[in-house]
């Protein structure tokens, strides 16, 4: 782009965050957690709010893109573009505040989850969709594809606990979405983005339940499929979009109470099949998540010492191992979870070893493996 000395001078003169147009930064932010890399126009560290919204009138006048990263734990390269990347995971990243009657938190996007969660958990509150990458996910990035993670059976995924977004639109305007919004009337750019996407809905929504795809969670699309034409939530729009419709600052979001007490149920398998198909019958006793452990992953573990001493949790060479865990009030309530679980493998006559793991010690072990597994297998 001949024009790029030009963009990189007219983005220093009104950000005060930090601009680098330099081939070094430029190659650090060409890769993400994926296998892809693509060379950003230039990267831009925004401090404030006021900054984001001049990267977006600045790159409006320049006909280029905008790229919102939040901490690069994408997998599928959605993260790296030929455009100009906005960081937010160096300053835009704080809690600006917590209702714990009302058990929400609203949240900078730039904010780490797990930093989050540390702060919540004085309150006995934590956010409940949990992906494995949650030392390094922000919340911009959970909102934009969608996270969920291994306690999505009790909690479902980022769409489920989103109640409002703060964001940035391409022209730089500045606008809060919820499901109580007054948009349809509005003369402004997201009046007019409402009105548009309630005609799409309205013009196509047989076809919408005829043919969007079955899946539980949307990643992979815009969610036309969670919206009413009747009460369009637009920040449910938002949720998965990748960050292609418009810049999230701040998200609000729901939470839930942390658990007392928890303990783990080991099941090996001697083939993945067999795991796979013992799953159903698990979920039928109502465990809090149900985590799969391929052989693979074990062998990749075994072979890293750090992480090898952290199999205490293994008997033999299983192909595959299930990993169940319960939440409790009590000890003597976990205790006859477990043993329900037992008792109801043995009922389906499932063959299996099945190994307890019902020290905070031991369930720290599992953890530790499972978030893992992404670096080790890569």
Known sequence: MNALPDLANELSKVIEGDVRFDETTRHLYSTDASNYQIMPLGVVIPRTVDDVIAVHKVAARYKVPVLPRGSGSSLAGQTVGCAVVMDFSRYLRRVTSINAEA?????????????????????????????????????GGI????????????????????????????????????????????????????REVQRLLTLHMDEIKRRYPKTWRTCAGYALNRLNPEAIDLAQLLVGSEGTL?????????????????????????????????????????????????????????????????????????????????????????????????????????????????????????????????????
């Open 103 to 139: 058990r929400t938190v609203r949240a900078q996007a730039g904010l780490v989850l797990a930093d989050l969660n540390k702060q919540l958990a004085p309150l006995g509150l934590m956010y409940g969709p949990d992906p494995a990458s949650a030392s390094r996910a922000t919340i």
């Open 246 to 378: 418009a810049t999230t600052l701040e998200a609000e979001l729901a939470l839930v109470p942390k658990p007392k007490l928890t303990t783990m149920s080991i099941l090996h398998f001697t083939s993945i099949r067999a795991s796979l198909e013992a799953t159903p019958i698990i979920l039928e006793v109502e465990p809090s998540s149900v985590e799969l452990l391929d052989k693979l992953l074990l062998d990749r573990t075994r072979a890293t010492p750090e992480f090898a001493k952290r199999l205490t949790f293994v008997e033999g060479d299983p192909a595959a191992l299930l990993v169940v865990e319960f939440y409790g009030d009590s000890e003597a309530e976990l205790k006859q979870k477990t043993d329900r679980l037992k008792a109801h493998m043995a009922l389906h006559r499932i063959p299996t070893t099945i190994i307890d793991a019902a020290t905070p010690a031991a369930q720290n072990d599992v953890w530790i493996v499972r978030k893992a597994g992404l670096n080790l297998l890569m």
């Open 143 to 194: 909102v934009g594809n969608n996270s969920t993670g291994a306690h999505s059976i009790l909690y479902g995924m980022t769409s489920d606990h989103v109640r409002a977004l703060d964001v940035i639109l391409s022209d730089g305007s500045r606008v809060e979405l919820n499901a109580t919004n007054g948009y349809a009337q509005r003369q402004d750019r997201i009046g007019q983005a409402y």
